[in-house]
């Protein structure tokens, strides 16, 4: 083990935050969320790494009812408009699915990604022009780890057209709203995926997904694959 690794009860607990975190939609509390947590979080998300440092990433935080409201009709429109991609018994399942907790939940936090940031030529950047969502996108995750550690549900809320997004949360031109997200204490943390638990999709084995040196590669190491069958 390294000299540099964490000792073995914070690397446990970084462990379980990643393989507990859940994507809540109708488990949240009313109890507020106190300053200081907040902000933690939030510090947590600002300690993302970005590419070229260029720190892409800010934060507006919503505790209004009129723009929640606002986000919650929008999110309606576009999800029936989604609905309309399954017929059947499929189509029967995804009306019956909570997909969001908008209303529910007492903070709504919407990461944005400022796509000028950094200027016209940040390092890094010249030949991947994403990387900047990327990176922002890292900040969401950062957030979402640091949330379960403290027993703060997170729900991202995708459902929605980010150009009205947009324009309800009055962003520049320069800023796509990444992430729509819903914040909040919850009665239960699930113990899987609430769409694995609805019977939506499975989780994929990792195996199915690894590959050696190349795409068409199959993996080879012994000791590797065990370990993967250990898991």
Request: hydrophobic share 40%; charged share 20%; with cysteine.
């Amino acid at each position: 083990m390294s000299k540099h690794g964490f000792p073995d009860e914070q690397r446990a607990g970084l462990y379980r935050a990643i393989h507990e975190r859940r994507d809540v939609r109708s488990q949240f509390l009313p109890d507020p969320i106190a300053p200081e947590i907040l902000v933690r979080l939030l510090q947590a998300a600002h300690h993302a790494p970005s590419v070229g440092f260029m720190q892409p990433w800010d934060f507006v935080v919503i505790d209004s009812l009129q723009i929640k409201r606002a986000v919650k009709a929008l999110y309606d429109d576009a999800n029936a408009d989604a609905a309309g991609n399954y017929s059947g018994e499929r189509g029967a399942q995804y009306r019956r699915l909570k997909l969001e907790g908008i209303v529910d939940s007492p903070i709504n936090l919407c990461i944005t990604c400022d796509r000028q940031r950094g200027g016209p030529h940040v390092l890094g950047r010249n030949t991947m022009l994403e990387t900047d969502l990327f990176s922002t996108c890292l900040a969401v995750q950062n957030l979402w780890l640091a949330a379960r550690a403290e027993g703060i549900g997170v729900g991202w809320v995708s459902i929605v057209d980010p150009a009205l997004l947009a324009q309800t949360l009055k962003l520049p031109e320069q800023v796509y709203p990444v992430a729509y997200l819903c914040l909040g204490y919850v009665s239960e943390f699930l113990p899987k995926p609430e769409l694995e638990m609805a019977g939506w999709r499975s989780r994929l084995p990792l195996q199915q997904l690894l590959h050696s040196n190349t795409w068409d590669g199959p993996i080879e190491d012994a000791a590797l694959l065990s370990a993967i069958g250990d898991t």
